[in-house]
């Protein structure tokens, strides 16, 4: 390159330079009480991450499913509970009539009959189906109430260890008394009627099997 062209083009990059450098300078002369900063709305802080309403189509779908299948279950089980519920209340009514209605018949029959099995004397139970049934005066009973009390005391539950005889008129064996009834181990009135029976059979009158009693120990 000539000499005197090398001079020529320092010159110019000295003056490209200086300029480049000013027209830096001039790009902003506002001071930094002039200069604005842009602000961001309060919770936009999307920057880089990635917008909800683009995920959202992705999700959604399987929210509601599963939401949808949440609430079948609910709706399920609460149509579950309410049929249990009734048949509960069904099952308590049913239980509460069936025992209301054997409570009336139970009255009825006490009613009918004069005395209550489960409450009556075993001694009043004895007069009154001797007299409404057999006929037979007091001093029949009077009889009677001496051969009950021998064998057992009027005590339904009496048991003969020896012979295994039972119930008020220890009766042999036992159930033989099932001809009056299927209760006939617990129920007083049961046996009654049966040794009432046995004694009219075989004797005719009270009096008349405890005249026998008397001399033969047994009736």
Same mark, same amino acid.
């Given at each position: ?63 509601? @499913? ?19 519920? @009734? ?37 009043? $139970? ?20 001496? $051969? ?50 046995? $004694? ?20």
């Amino acid at each position: 390159m000539p000499t005197l062209v090398r001079p020529a083009l320092g010159i110019v990059a000295a003056l490209a330079v200086s300029v480049g450098f000013a027209g830096v300078a001039q790009a902003d002369t506002r001071t930094p009480s002039e200069i604005v900063i842009p602000t961001v709305p309060p919770g936009d802080d999307r920057g880089d991450q990635v917008s909800r309403d683009t995920v959202r189509p992705d999700l959604l779908p399987e929210v509601v @499913r599963a939401l949808a299948d949440r609430q079948d279950a609910l709706n399920r089980a609460k149509t579950d509970i309410a049929a249990r519920e @009734r048949t509960l209340q069904v099952n308590e009514f049913v239980k509460q009539r069936a025992a209301a209605e054997k409570k009336a018949r139970y009255a009825d029959q006490v009613k009918k009959l004069g005395y209550d099995p489960k409450k009556t004397a075993p001694r009043d $139970i004895a007069k009154k189906i001797m007299l409404a049934e057999y006929k037979w005066g007091e001093d029949q009973f009077g009889c009677l109430n001496k $051969i009950f009390t021998q064998e057992s005391q009027w005590k339904w539950n009496a048991t003969n260890p020896s012979s295994g005889a039972y119930g008020i008129p220890q009766s042999l064996p036992a159930n033989k008394m099932a001809t009056e009834g299927d209760d006939w181990k617990t129920n007083p009135a049961t046996q009654i009627k049966w040794g009432l029976k046995y $004694i009219k059979q075989r004797y005719g009158t009270p009096c008349q099997a405890w005249s026998f009693k008397q001399g033969a120990g047994w009736y």
